[in-house]
């Protein structure tokens, strides 16, 4: 069956029509689960004043605040819109890597950022930010042998951020779907080589 171009647009309303409703539903259900989470960490923070605390009991405190700071990060993707302003990209990396600190830690993972200066992109943050930690996520991995990333910006002669890691790095699924949600979003484009990744930025 051939579609007309008026019953194509009001196909492509009613998706985004969906599409709009399942946005609006994720963010709410991100607000209940935040709201909780937030009333837990603000009542264990006296733990921390104990001189002696028991290393399992400070694990659940980051890993609490970490999951509160990670979940507000994907509501911010599914209530906002594209926001196209000018940011450090060293001061965004580091956030990431604050935000993924619980599970850095438990991969046995060590990053190193370099160089530590002022690089400025324009582009939309929370994408910029959804992007560096899903790729960061695929490279430390579930295995919890001791590894080193070092991640590199450049600017010259085109914005790149190059993260390198000590062991080789598959071509998988998830990377190409990555790559895919990159180029969607005009952000640029992702590479994998051996054990380098990067993300050639737009």
């Known amino acids: 069956m051939i579609l007309t171009k008026k019953q194509l647009n009001r196909k492509q309303l009613l998706k985004l029509s969906r599409e709009a409703q399942f946005g609006r539903l994720c963010a709410s259900f991100f607000h209940d689960l935040v709201n909780p989470l937030t009333g837990l960490i603000l009542r264990i923070e006296t733990l921390k004043k104990l001189k002696q605390l028991n290393p399992e009991i400070k694990d659940i405190i980051d890993s609490t605040r970490n ?5 507000l990060v994907f ?3 599914l209530d906002s819109r594209p926001n196209i302003e000018s940011f450090n990209l060293e001061t965004e990396i580091n956030n990431c890597i604050r935000l ?3 599970r850095i830690k438990k991969t046995n993972t060590t ?9 400025i992109y324009t582009g939309d943050k929370t994408i910029f930010s959804h992007i560096i930690i899903s790729l960061l996520e695929l490279i430390i991995s579930k295995d919890t042998h001791k590894k080193m990333v070092e991640i590199k910006i450049t600017d010259y002669p ?3 951020i190059r993260i390198k890691s000590d062991s080789k790095l598959k071509q998988t699924e998830e990377f190409k779907s990555l790559n895919i949600i990159i ?3 005009s952000m640029g484009s992702l590479t994998i080589n051996e054990n380098i990744a990067t993300l050639n930025l737009k």
Do not use: F, T
């Open 183 to 185: 180029k969607q979003h």
């Open 158 to 160: 085109n914005k790149n």
């Open 67 to 71: 999951l509160e700071e990670y979940l």
């Open 75 to 77: 509501k911010d993707m």
């Open 111 to 119: 990053i190193v950022l370099n160089p530590k200066r002022k690089i």
């Open 100 to 102: 993924l600190s619980h």
